[in-house]
Structure formats: structure tokens, C-alpha cells
């Protein structure tokens, strides 16, 4: 079955499972690994700051737990490889190391050719938003300025406005509320298995781009409608996406 067909396929599947018409005038983006290149530092980041506290990760798995909160990601690890609890102070105190290492890596890149399909979006008149697990404040100020306006600070949900993160629904669930945008007349672009899992929860058509090392089914398996190989395939498929959803 051809990419073209299989968007098709789960456009109209999308479709049928509403009880309303769908008409796309939104699109609620993730921000690491789909808009700047930033998943890479934040691997790092997780990767020393646990191996300071005696915990080795495998290089995968800072991918998998992209877009939920630092404690989560804390207390789902500690969990996982040490079959043990951690306390919230022990938590906390990785969470600021790995912030801290953070600040120390490279100014994150933008993701090319993202610019030109936001800017495509624009011209379209679809609104555009963030939904991101980060509390990164530098990034979100860069929005608006790499981005050329395309971004503002009053349509985006971040960490700092979620008591649950990804993968839990909130984040994308406080995005319809706020932007007026729900199911019928919204989409997701995500990279990770656990925002796909949070948009699908919300009840978001989500289409996910493969930007990290992941195996493309991680994303299919966490309910994904459309996987694609990276934002270079996305642009070149979004008038056939842009077309279908605007039926």
C-alpha cells in the first residue's frame, strides 16, 4: 500500500469515527524534535545527569519518554532499571542537574524545512500552536523570532501550565479548551510515543514525524493515524494532507 494511499485510509477512518464533519483550521505542534532540533541535548542531558546518580540509560530511552514532565520521567526510570520508589526531594534534585547540564549544550537548531511548512500553514489560514512538555523559556521566546511570527506565547501550553504531562491528555486537552479548536477542527504533528499517546487521548488526529532514533512502530503502536520518515516528507506530502483534512 503507497504512503498516499495509507494517508488517505486513515483521514477518512479519522472522518467516519467523529459524529460531526471535520474541517482542518488548527494545528497543535510539539516543539523538541518537531519544530527545533533539541531532543539530542535533551538525550545527553538525561543520560549524565542519571549516570550520576548510578543509573546507566540505553541511548533509546530519553526518546521514549519525550514530552512528559521531569518527575515522571524520574520516577518511570528509577522504576524501571532499579525496581525501586524514589522520594520527591531525591527527584528533584535530577531534575535540576539535568537542567542544569542542559544549559551547558549547543543553542538547539531549527528542525529545516519546518519553517516553510508553518509559513505554508499561515498562508493557509490555519492557526498555530505549541504544546510542548517543556519548561524551556529560552526556546519559547525563539519561536517568535525563528519562526517570523508564526508563534505566540499566548497559544502555546507548556509544562509551566500542566499539573500532568505527556502522556497523559491535559497538555492537548488544555489546548482545545484555550484555543476554541477540538477534535473536529484540530490535528497534532508529534515525534514521540508519549505525546502521540496524549494527543490520541484528547482525541486529536495526530500525524507523527520520525525525527529521533526510534523504530517507526514505536509511534504506530502508541496509536499514531499517519507515520512519516521526517519534516522533509511531511512538507512534501502536506498539500495531499492539507487537501484531505480540508474536505
Same mark, same amino acid.
Given at each position: ?9 486513515? /483521514? ?14 488548527? /494545528? ?119 519562526? $517570523? ?32 479548536? $477540538? ?45 512519516? $520518515?521526517?519534516? $522533509? ?15
Amino acid at each position: 500500500m503507497s504512503i498516499n494511499t495509507s494517508i488517505e485510509i486513515a /483521514i477518512n477512518n479519522y472522518k467516519n469515527s467523529l459524529k460531526t464533519s471535520f474541517n482542518l483550521e488548527c /494545528i497543535f505542534f510539539d516543539m523538541d524534535g518537531v519544530l527545533f532540533n533539541s531532543m539530542p541535548y535533551h538525550a545527553q542531558s538525561w543520560i549524565n545527569a542519571f549516570a550520576e546518580y548510578g543509573l546507566n540509560l540505553p541511548e533509546h530511552e530519553p526518546y521514549m519518554n519525550e514530552g512528559s514532565t521531569a518527575l515522571y520521567t524520574i520516577e518511570k526510570m528509577f522504576r524501571k532499571y532499579h525496581k525501586r520508589e524514589v522520594s520527591l526531594e531525591f527527584a528533584e534534585e535530577i531534575k535540576k542537574r539535568k537542567h542544569a547540564l542542559m544549559t551547558e549544550m549547543p543553542m538547539s537548531e531549527v528542525l529545516q524545512p519546518m519553517p516553510q511548512l508553518v509559513e505554508m500553514v499561515k498562508q493557509q489560514n490555519i492557526e498555530r500552536w505549541v504544546v510542548t512538555g517543556s519548561a524551556q523559556k529560552g526556546l519559547f521566546g525563539r519561536l517568535s523570532s525563528v519562526f $517570523d511570527g508564526n508563534f505566540e506565547r499566548d497559544k502555546m501550553i507548556t509544562a509551566l501550565d500542566v499539573l500532568n504531562g505527556k502522556p497523559n491528555p491535559e497538555p492537548y486537552l488544555k489546548a482545545i479548551e484555550k484555543s476554541g479548536y $477540538d477534535n473536529s477542527r484540530a490535528i497534532v504533528i508529534e515525534n514521540a510515543p508519549l505525546g502521540v499517546q496524549s494527543a490520541k487521548a484528547a482525541g486529536l488526529f495526530t500525524v507523527a514525524i520520525n525525527t529521533g532514533p526510534l523504530e517507526p512502530q514505536s509511534l504506530s503502536e502508541s496509536g499514531a493515524d499517519i507515520v512519516l $520518515d521526517s519534516c $522533509d516528507e511531511l512538507l512534501a506530502l502536506w498539500p495531499q494532507l492539507h487537501a484531505l483534512l480540508s474536505k
